[in-house]
C-alpha cells in the first residue's frame, strides 16, 4: 500500500459503448441466408490464425486426439473462405497428430472480419462460463466406470474422478488468472510497527498478540466494538437481533480498556 500522495497514476483504457452502426448489407443478406454446410478439406489447405489467443498444451492435445479417435470427427473446425481457422485449434492440432489427411469444415463466410475476431473468442470463453451438476456427473462416471468404459478419455484426470466419486470434496475449479497475485517486491510497502492514518482510520503492521501493538493502534483511545472472529461477530448480529444465541452471552460491551482487546468482549 502506497500512501496518497505517491500512488502512480494507473494506465486506463477507456471503454465506450459502440453506437448502432448500419450493417453492409451484403453481409447481412448472407447472414440471413446462411445454412451450416460441413464439407470435407484437406489438413494442409488449413491454417492457425496468428490472432488466435487460446493456448494448448500437448497433454490436451493429446486428450483431443484420443477424443476423436473414440467418437471420431463429431465437431468440425470453423474456418474463413480462405481456410484461416476461426474455432477449432485444438481438434487441428489433435487431427495433424493423427496423420489425418482431410477433416470436417463449416466456412462461415457470412461473417464480416470483426466478428470473426469476437467469434474466435466468444467460441472458447463462454463454454468456460458453464458449470457442473455433481451429482448427475458422479452418476454419469460411476456408471460409465461400472461398464469398464475408460473415462479419462472424458478430460478428467483419475485422482479428479476419486474426488468426484468421493462425493465430499467439490470438483476444484478452474484457475481464473485474474486471481494470479503480482510477485513480490523486492523492498516492503510497509515494515513492522508501522502505523498507516487513512482519515478517521488506522492500520498498524503489527502482532495481534503483542499487547503494546493495541495500544499504538489505538492511541489512548476506547474501540467501540471488537469482533475477533467471524464468530464473535455473527454472535453479535444475532444478539442485535434479538436472539438469544447458544453460548447464554446476553449483552456485549466493548472492552474495558484498549490493552484488553485481545481477549475479546466483556460480558454483562
Same mark, same amino acid.
Given at each position: ?5 505517491? /500512488?502512480?497514476?494507473? !494506465?486506463?483504457?477507456?471503454? !465506450? !459503448? ?19 454446410? =460441413? ?11 496468428? !490472432? ?21 470427427? /463429431? ?16 481438434? &487441428? ?9 482431410? =477433416? ?25 462460463? @458453464? ?10 462416471? %460411476? ?11 472424458? %478430460? ?14 467439490? =470438483? ?33 503492521? %503489527? ?6 501493538? &493495541? ?10 466494538? =471488537? ?18 444465541? @447458544? ?22
Amino acid at each position: 500500500m502506497l500512501p496518497l500522495d505517491q /500512488t502512480p497514476n494507473p !494506465r486506463v483504457r477507456a471503454r !465506450r !459503448r459502440a453506437l448502432p452502426t448500419t450493417k453492409d448489407p451484403a453481409l447481412a443478406r448472407a447472414a440471413e441466408a446462411f445454412a451450416p454446410q =460441413v464439407s470435407e478439406r484437406r489438413l494442409v489447405d488449413l491454417k492457425a490464425s496468428v !490472432r488466435n489467443a487460446r493456448t494448448h498444451t500437448d497433454r490436451q492435445i493429446h486428450l483431443i486426439a484420443e477424443s476423436i479417435r473414440e467418437f471420431r470427427f /463429431t465437431t468440425p473446425i470453423l474456418v474463413t473462405t480462405d481456410g484461416e481457422i476461426v474455432a477449432g485449434h485444438g481438434r &487441428y492440432e489433435a487431427a495433424k497428430l493423427l496423420g489425418m489427411e482431410t =477433416v470436417p469444415v463449416i466456412c462461415v463466410d457470412h461473417l464480416g472480419p470483426q466478428q470473426i475476431r469476437a467469434l474466435r473468442i466468444a467460441d472458447n470463453r463462454l463454454a468456460e462460463l @458453464s458449470g457442473w451438476d455433481d451429482e448427475i456427473l458422479k452418476l454419469e462416471l %460411476g456408471e460409465l466406470i461400472d461398464l469398464d468404459f475408460e473415462v479419462e478419455i472424458t %478430460g478428467f484426470e483419475t485422482a479428479q474422478i476419486d474426488v468426484i466419486l468421493d462425493g465430499n470434496t467439490p =470438483v476444484a475449479a478452474k484457475a481464473d488468472p485474474l486471481d494470479a497475485l503480482p510477485a513480490l517486491r523486492d523492498v516492503a510497502v510497509t515494515v513492522r510497527d508501522d502505523l498507516w492514518l487513512l482519515g478517521e482510520h488506522r492500520i498498524l503492521c %503489527g502482532d495481534a498478540r503483542e499487547r503494546g501493538d &493495541y495500544q499504538t493502534l489505538m492511541g489512548g483511545e476506547l474501540a467501540q466494538m =471488537v469482533c475477533p472472529s467471524s464468530d464473535d461477530l455473527r454472535l453479535f448480529r444475532r444478539l442485535r437481533n434479538g436472539g438469544s444465541g @447458544s453460548s447464554g452471552f446476553e449483552v456485549m460491551r466493548p472492552a474495558a480498556d484498549a490493552a484488553s482487546v485481545s481477549a475479546g468482549w466483556s460480558v454483562a
